[in-house]
């Protein structure tokens, strides 16, 4: 990428920060902002955990104001995907605002989900994340609001669909704008290398348009979309496209436009409300990706439908479903937006999460990423990221590290590339390189309790094996749950795995000690780990309550949690006020 490209991309993501720090806190005009912003949540717990924090959010002014925010979950029962949740979600909008649906332009952010490779944003929500921006702080929420701030006002009433999880910057022209005012679809394209066309949608566009040329932004039609093709399928369909002179993203000969966001005219939205009613109650996932766009173009065929490589769970009825989509969007015109000076970022896993925070030079000049954001942390020898935590002066965070929700207490130090989230730790303790630690509030008993899992960075939560009898396959810090057991006095027959018994993981091993205060739940966590790691022994007290990271989800107190970040909140403002 050119420097002129990066500084272009920079200026225009800072310029488009200041519209919406300009918006914080006050009562937007009609027209400015959204008429409605909608989360989608998987369950009614998440749904409760949305709203508090909103409300929350709204009551501290660090969101526009005089405008809807909406929190919809998906209904009991089995998986709907994002694909099912957007159809959810329109219908709640329609029973909602009835006719004036038509009128508004409404920003649908899926934000559904356990997180399960980022868990730290499990209990409150991935959408909810933090970001080492802003004051008062980013969230994921307000990034997303903030990088889309200028498509309202150059927008026919209509929904636009995008994920919690992933940033799209990008820059145009300054007498250009990103503008939804077509009939059906209008989606945002990014120039990619073919290798990321592989694990995300591509679309294949009339080939004598422009390549990539001098221009920041072109407007073209699209003849269909691929989801996750091979290389070979991009280049038979004519996605790959040739680089030539300008273009500002990338160094590769050859590229492809990928997806992100995507626009629907209110007219369409009407005819997904249809859809619905002909597919009656979902039993399957539908993806708002690969089996919405995949039905568009004049040169969408039916063939996708029985292609389920890329489905994590197929259920019997997920051809039929697919083909019902396919006939009801056939022939519903994709329009693309290519924005050849943009970047795609994922954030989703904690891997991509320590490196964009920690790491990633590009993003952090693009966006004005800070070492230490609403923080009380004064330590210069830190070379890791504090978020919205009190550090003790005397404690250290190591390089590649995150520390976010939390308090540190003096002498404690965490080592490279490790998490530490909502957790609350012990003076002199030391957290080992590599380790994912969050402490989550539960009921138990009555009573409030206090559960903090520990994971390795890379350990892979969703793994999973068909019973206790086959757990070798799992593995906590590269150990095995027997190893792991052992170093904790107990045999295989103690471990418990929560949920259904025909799917063990490391999610539901109940491997975490229940205890009466945030303090020693961290402190247990950690001396358990540390046994692991040296091959020592550790005693738990007797009749300890072990939970798994699923259990703690399921009976998690969310006001105590919210409280803990008030208290936070409270104690930086004040002192940081008094100084």
């Known amino acids: 990428m050119s420097t002129e490209s990066m500084t272009r991309l920079q200026t225009a993501t800072k310029e488009k920060l200041r519209r919406f720090n300009s918006l914080r806190g006050r009562e937007v005009q009609p027209g400015e902002f959204w008429d409605a912003v909608v989360l989608t949540a998987v369950d009614e717990s998440q749904r409760e955990a949305y709203e508090l924090q909103i409300s929350e959010k709204v009551h501290r002014k660090e969101l526009p104001l005089g405008i809807h925010f ?181 160094t590769d000969a050859e590229f492809v436009y990928t997806d992100s966001t995507y626009y629907i005219n209110s007219d369409t939205t009407k005819a997904f409300l249809n859809l619905l009613t002909e597919l009656g109650p979902l039993e399957c996932e539908i993806d708002a990706y690969g089996d919405f766009l995949q039905a568009l173009g004049p040169k969408a065929t039916i063939d996708y439908t029985k292609n389920t490589a890329n489905v994590s769970k197929e259920e019997s009825s997920l051809v039929e479903v697919r083909q019902k989509i396919f006939h009801h969007l056939k022939g519903t015109p994709l329009n693309v937006i290519l924005l050849n ?115 390795g960075i890379n350990d892979d939560l969703k793994r999973s094996v068909e019973s206790p009898a086959h757990m070798k396959g799992l593995k906590l810090f590269g150990f095995t749950l027997t190893e792991c057991l052992s170093c904790w006095g107990l045999n295989n027959e103690a471990l418990r795995f929560s949920g259904d018994p025909a799917s063990c993981s490391l999610w539901n091993s109940c491997l975490f000690p229940v205890c009466s205060d945030q303090q020693s739940s961290c402190l247990m966590s950690v001396e358990m780990l540390q046994a692991v790691l040296c091959g020592s022994k550790f005693t738990l007290p007797k009749d300890t309550k072990l939970m798994s990271m699923k259990e703690s989800l399921q009976s998690k107190n969310l006001e105590e949690m919210l409280k803990f970040r008030r208290g936070l909140y409270d104690d930086i403002t004040q002192i940081r006020s008094n100084n």
């Not at 356990?114 to 991935?126: D, E, I, M, N, T």
């Not at 073919?194 to 949608?201: A, D, E, K, P, Q």
């Not at 920041?216 to 399928?233: A, D």
């Not at 943009?342 to 490196?355: A, Q």
């Open 341 to 455: 000076n943009s970047k795609f970022y994922h954030i989703g896993t904690t891997s991509e999460y320590l490196f964009h925070l920690t790491e990633d030079v590009a993003l952090r000049r693009e966006l004005g990423l800070l070492t230490s954001a609403f923080s009380l942390h004064t330590n210069e020898n830190s070379d890791g990221c504090v978020m919205y935590s009190v550090l003790h002066p005397s404690c250290s965070v190591g390089a590649g590290s995150v520390v976010e929700y939390s308090r540190l207490e003096a002498g404690v130090s965490v080592g490279r590339g490790s998490i530490i989230s909502s957790c609350c730790v012990s003076a002199g303790l030391s957290v080992p390189d590599g380790v994912f630690l969050h402490s989550v509030c539960v009921n138990h008993k009555h009573q409030t309790r206090y559960v903090t899992v520990v994971f």
């Open 70 to 250: 909406k929190v919809f979950s998906d209904p009991p029962g089995s998986k709907i995907g994002n694909g099912g949740s957007t159809l959810y979600a329109l219908q709640q909008l329609n029973e909602v605002y009835g006719k004036a649906l038509g009128t508004l332009r409404i920003i649908l952010i899926h934000a559904g989900g356990w997180s399960q490779r980022l868990p730290s944003a499990s209990a409150l929500g991935k959408i909810f994340t933090a970001l080492p921006l802003g004051d008062p702080l980013y969230q994921m929420l307000e990034l997303k609001l903030a990088i889309y701030v200028d498509f309202p006002p150059h927008m026919t009433p209509g929904v636009l669909v995008t994920c919690a999880d992933d940033i799209e910057l990008y820059s145009v022209s300054e007498d250009e704008s990103v503008t939804f005012d077509k009939p059906g679809f209008t989606a945002l394209a990014h120039p990619s290398p073919l290798s990321v066309g592989t694990t995300h949608g591509v679309f294949v566009c009339h080939a004598q348009e422009k390549s990539c040329d001098h221009s920041e932004m072109e407007s073209t039609s699209c003849l269909n979309f691929l989801h996750k093709p091979s290389i070979q399928k991009m280049q038979e369909s004519g996605a790959v496209r040739k680089r030539q002179g300008g273009c500002f993203s990338l």
